[in-house]
């Protein structure tokens, strides 16, 4: 075997295997970052302890398929109910709605409505957002009562949230009414208050 003696190249040598050691201690020693990575369980773990752990972590990933079924049933369920809600692309058009709904069932129930007035809309929980329109008109309490009914039975989210009666012709038993109709509209509707 012949081997050359030439300082140039062992240096060389030398050189690349001082780099190739470092890059071992770094690449050995430093954190990756990946903390996605399981943990290593310590050697030192007892069987038992390990058989503890393998039983949780198979109890844990049975459950999942369970969590995943509530998951789209509370899905399909929340889309249900909000079917109902009042889509528009604006607040006056979700407005308009309203007013829409509540003088097709005025009319229904034979009144008209004599004054309309929207407050400013306001948030409804975390994810919504509610208009409010109140209407001035004279009626019976007959008409009142099939007006009520058929508003809760209406498709849109719509509930009365605010209602005055007075008399006003007691020979005709007519009654004064100022009613507030409120409809649900999605939170994006819903103006953002400044601090």
Same mark, same amino acid.
């Given at each position: ?17 001082? =780099?190739?050691?470092?890059? %071992?201690?770094? %690449?050995?020693?430093?954190?990756? /970052? ?31 398929? /369970? ?19 009042? =889509? ?21 129930? /034979? ?6 007035? %929207?407050?400013?809309?306001?948030? %409804? ?19 009142? =009562? ?43 509707? =819903? ?5």
């Amino acid at each position: 075997m012949n081997v050359s003696r030439d300082p140039a190249r062992d240096r060389k040598a030398l050189i690349a295997l001082g =780099v190739a050691v470092l890059l %071992f201690v770094v %690449f050995r020693f430093l954190p990756s /970052g990946n903390d996605s990575v399981p943990k290593v369980v310590a050697q030192n773990a007892s069987i038992d302890d390990l058989e503890l752990r393998l039983r949780r972590l198979r109890l844990s990933m049975a459950r999942v398929p /369970g969590k995943e079924a509530v998951l789209k049933e509370a899905a399909s369920e929340l889309a249900g109910r909000e079917r109902g809600l009042i =889509v528009a692309d604006t607040v006056n058009q979700a407005q308009a709605q309203v007013l829409d709904a509540v003088k097709t069932l005025a009319h229904k129930e /034979g009144f008209d409505i004599r004054a309309t007035d %929207f407050s400013t809309p306001k948030p %409804f929980g975390d994810a919504y957002g509610e208009v409010a329109l109140s209407i001035n008109t004279e009626c019976t309490m007959e008409q009142l =009562v099939n007006f009520m009914a058929d508003l809760s039975n209406e498709q849109r989210l719509l509930a009365t949230s605010d209602l005055r009666i007075s008399t006003a012709n007691p020979k005709q038993k007519t009654i004064n009414l100022r009613l507030t109709v409120s409809g649900l509209v999605p939170r994006r509707l =819903v103006p953002e208050k400044k601090a």
